[in-house]
């Protein structure tokens, strides 16, 4: 599984625009990179998987250069219900038998 | 569409107890994970289930073991239980086995071991 580096905390303010990088240097050909998102005691929410370029969604976009070794995270306009951890995922989502690996995360405090 | 359920939501015991948790997966759904998530070991696999096995396991004792049943829905079990297991433990589910990357997690059961 790639090894994944990502910020500890950011701090925003609403209406602002969170990017979140993380790096993954040892990215495979078949790993896709994927996001979760997770408010205090619950689970984390699947946000968006991306292989290459840009993928884009309802909640978030998310940025993978050519050489695919890191990506980003879009968040548009904050609120304060953003405030969470978001997770980066780097892995072979069609490899069977594989299963999370979750790093630290980056914890994203919105300010009013 | 009903999201993943877990039951109980909170749960005290003692050390040297056993407890079990529950978990329904959303309705079609046929593979389950299980997660262990501390403030210091963060998100941990505990095992996945497909079609009533045991597909996967993570690095836990054997006093962590689980099943599911027919219906997809499935149970954890901690025996003999420590200080360290308390935990947030969280259920997963995804539609068919092998899709880790896109799996949809419950709200968790927290459990506290005195």
């Known amino acids: 599984l790639a090894k994944t580096t990502q910020p500890i905390s950011m701090d925003s303010y609403e209406g602002q625009e969170v990017n979140i990088t993380c790096s993954h240097n040892n990215i495979a050909t078949n790993d896709y990179i994927t996001w979760y998102q997770q408010f205090p005691s619950q689970g984390p929410r699947f946000i968006i998987q991306g292989y290459k370029t840009k993928v884009t969604n309802e909640v978030a976009s998310l940025f993978i250069p050519a050489d695919r070794k890191s990506s980003t995270l879009s968040l548009p306009r904050v609120s304060l219900s953003d405030t969470a951890v978001y997770y980066c995922?780097?892995?072979?989502?069609?490899?069977?038998?594989?299963?999370?690996?979750f790093g630290g995360g980056t914890r994203v405090l919105v300010k009013p | 569409k009903a999201g993943v359920t877990q039951t109980p939501r909170y749960l005290i015991k003692t050390r040297g107890q056993q407890v079990t948790l529950s978990c329904s997966p959303i309705?079609?759904?046929?593979?389950v994970s299980w997660y262990q998530q501390t403030p210091g070991q963060g998100l941990q696999f505990l095992f996945e289930?497909?079609?009533?096995?045991?597909?996967n396991k993570g690095n836990f004792p054997g006093r962590f073991s689980g099943r599911q049943f027919s219906n997809s829905r499935s149970e954890m079990n901690v025996s003999t239980l420590e200080l360290g297991d308390s935990a947030l433990y969280l259920c997963?589910?995804?539609?068919?086995?092998?899709?880790?990357?896109?799996?949809?997690f419950g709200p968790g059961t927290r459990l506290t071991v005195t």
């Open positions: 309705s079609g759904h046929r593979s």
């Open positions: 995922l780097v892995g072979d989502i069609k490899a069977a038998g594989n299963k999370l690996t």
């Open positions: 289930y497909f079609s009533e096995t045991q597909r």
């Open positions: 997963a589910s995804s539609p068919v086995f092998g899709r880790a990357y896109e799996q949809y």
